[in-house]
Structure formats: structure tokens, C-alpha cells
């Protein structure tokens, strides 16, 4: 049972778009929500990540908005950029330190 | 600045076999990791540790086992090597728990069981 939810599977969007990913989430004992960047053949590294008690985050061209009554959040690349190419994790924490993650995006940008 | 290292980067096993995956941070982190990541299904926790001494079942423990005798070294060992456990696998650790965690990821190591 896959206790954070992510979509879609993979994304192309075009230079210069908005790049969105959603997660959903299940078990509300969760309180930081991550979400992580991984290049091929390498591990994922932190991207950005927001706490359970705020809306909205936003870091250069990345945007969490989160909405906790949904138990719902998504991440959104503006002016995505062919560098972006990447696969992407969202992530749900408990605060025993369990961390689980979401199946991935895998986002390209075309030129 | 080494971070977390894993070794071996790949390996081949025989359906049997056995073998010990190497993790080692330099951080000084309490909480340590091990993932797994298939295509499509993402990256599935199998162990983790929350200091020295101390560790705990995740989403999918079966045929693996954990040790964490120093806070540096969390290995990971298969005993009876499956082909279902051909994956890219990933030793992580992070400084606290909860609100605020940044985990740092190893590099990963391929393993394929024929």
C-alpha cells in the first residue's frame, strides 16, 4: 500500500512552461512534506519542501502549494528549462523519521 | 566532503548468493536509510536506524537484514539472493527527525541477481 500517491508518471513539457506534479498523501501523522530532485545515476538531492501549517512556498522557478485538508500538495517548475530534466520525488515524513516517497516524475523539457 | 558512500557501485549475484552492501556517512547523522528503487514504483524503504544500536522495519524489509554497531556504518545484507531483488539501492541519512529533514542520498548500487 503506497502511502504517498504521485502523478502523472512522466511529463514533457516544452522551454519556458510550467512543469506540475501532484502527490497525495494518506496517513495525516506526516508533518514535512520534501520533495527531491534526482539526475541518471545519481541520488536524489532536496529540491525544496514545506511544513504541514503553510499553503504555498516558493523558491526561484519552485513552488509548493500544499492543502492540507485534501492532504494534498504539488510542485511547480515556472520557465522550466531543458537542465530541469530530471526525475522528480515528493516525499511525506513522519516525525518517527519515516520517510516515504512517492513513485516519481519523470519530467523532460524540450529546447 | 564525502558525505554518504556506498560500495559496492554495481554488483552481479547468483540466485543464492549472498552479500553485504557497504554504507558509511561522515556527517555525523543519528538517522540512516536503506531504498529501493524499481522503475515506476519509486524509491521503497526497506530499513532505517535512528542511532547506533537502534533500527526499524520500513515498507519492505523481507530477505534483507540491517546492523548499526557505530553511528558511521549501516550495512545492509541479503542472505538468500532472489532475482526480485535486482535493483538500484540507496543508503541515505539525515541529521533530525520530522519537520525540516534533509536526507542525503549515497549514490546507489546496482545489483542484478541472475
Known amino acids: 500500500q503506497q502511502q504517498v500517491k504521485q502523478s502523472p508518471q512522466s511529463l514533457i513539457v516544452q522551454k519556458g512552461g510550467i512543469s506540475i506534479i501532484n502527490c497525495a498523501y494518506e496517513n495525516t501523522a506526516f508533518d514535512y512534506f520534501p520533495w527531491y530532485q534526482q539526475f541518471p545515476g545519481k541520488g536524489p538531492a532536496l529540491l525544496i519542501a514545506i511544513r504541514p501549517d503553510v499553503s504555498e512556498k516558493k523558491e526561484g522557478r519552485f513552488t509548493i502549494s500544499f492543502n492540507k485538508s485534501a492532504k494534498q500538495f504539488s510542485l511547480h517548475i515556472m520557465d522550466s528549462q531543458p537542465g530541469d530534466s530530471a526525475t522528480y520525488f515528493c516525499a511525506a515524513i513522519k516525525y518517527t523519521n519515516d520517510m516515504r516517497f512517492g513513485a516519481g516524475t519523470r519530467l523532460t523539457v524540450k529546447p | 566532503n564525502a558525505g554518504v558512500t556506498q560500495t559496492p557501485k554495481f554488483r552481479i549475484l547468483k540466485i543464492g548468493q549472498s552479500m553485504t552492501l557497504q554504507c558509511t556517512q561522515d556527517m555525523n547523522h543519528n538517522y540512516m536509510y536503506w531504498y529501493r528503487q524499481d522503475p515506476g514504483m519509486g524509491l521503497k524503504l526497506i530499513y532505517y536506524?535512528?542511532?547506533?544500536?537502534?533500527?526499524d522495519k520500513g515498507e519492505v524489509p523481507n530477505g534483507y537484514n540491517v546492523s548499526r554497531s557505530t553511528t558511521e556504518d549501516f550495512p545492509l545484507r541479503l542472505e538468500l539472493a532472489a532475482p526480485s531483488q535486482t535493483s538500484v539501492y540507496f543508503c541515505a541519512s539525515s541529521p533530525q527527525t520530522g519537520m525540516n529533514t534533509e536526507a542525503f542520498f549515497g549514490q546507489g548500487t546496482r545489483l542484478t541477481v541472475v
Open positions: 536506524s535512528v542511532g547506533a544500536g537502534i533500527t
